[in-house]
């Protein structure tokens, strides 16, 4: 996700892992429309059984949508290659049969190691990390200034920033932080894109 080129514009990846809720979600999506924000969501298919409809509005408002795990159990996934392989293969299977979306994108669930990721690009997927995080996991209760803060300062000075947020159902504040988040990205002349 390298850019190039002085006249070229920096670039924000607003990426939510561990979802989809339906009010978190749903609340994030709203904002994301009313800005004309597309961004990207690693989808933990678990959470999306109950909620298809929270999935398909997803994959129709024009968002990437990538794997993230079925379970995010992680002595589950990591037993074996065997297991993350089927963990995969689950939860891509959850977002094609509620969207009809294949999803090729791929977020590890806590970490990974080399050989997998050989293995996973062999299945046919990107993966994708992160380089700068608003806190919301890290930094336990914090509030809406707070996360928006760290957004700020785990940034600075990259291009492209690749932002890790969160829209399972407990993160509320990442909800309350976003419209300063992009207020602030949008003031230092930043465009938002989608994976």
Not at 19 to 27: A, C, E, I, L
Not at 49 to 70: M, N, P, Q
Not at 157 to 179: F, M, N, Q, W, Y
């Amino acid at each position: 996700f390298s850019v190039a080129g002085a006249d070229c514009v920096r670039r924000v990846y607003l990426t939510f892992d561990d979802g989809p809720s339906s009010v978190v979600t749903n609340r994030i999506l709203d904002i994301l429309k009313e800005e004309d924000i597309k961004a990207t969501f690693f989808i933990v298919s678990d959470m999306a059984k109950t909620r298809r409809e929270t999935l398909l509005r997803i994959a129709e408002e024009g968002h990437s949508l990538g794997v993230h795990s079925a379970s995010h159990d992680y002595e589950r996934i990591y037993s074996s290659d065997a297991a993350l392989l089927a963990d995969i293969d689950e939860c891509a299977a959850c977002i094609f049969h509620a969207t009809g979306v294949t999803p090729r994108l791929y977020r590890f669930p806590g970490g990974g190691h080399e050989r997998q990721r050989a293995l996973i690009r062999e299945r046919g997927y990107e993966i994708v990390g992160w380089n700068a995080v608003c806190g919301d996991e890290e930094i336990a209760n914090a509030d809406a200034g707070t996360l928006y803060r760290e957004t700020v300062r785990t940034s600075r000075g990259k291009d492209p920033v690749i932002l890790l947020l969160h829209d399972s159902a407990r993160h509320r504040a990442t909800a309350e932080a976003l419209p300063s988040i992009i207020r602030y990205f949008r003031a230092q002349g930043c465009t938002f894109c989608a994976l």
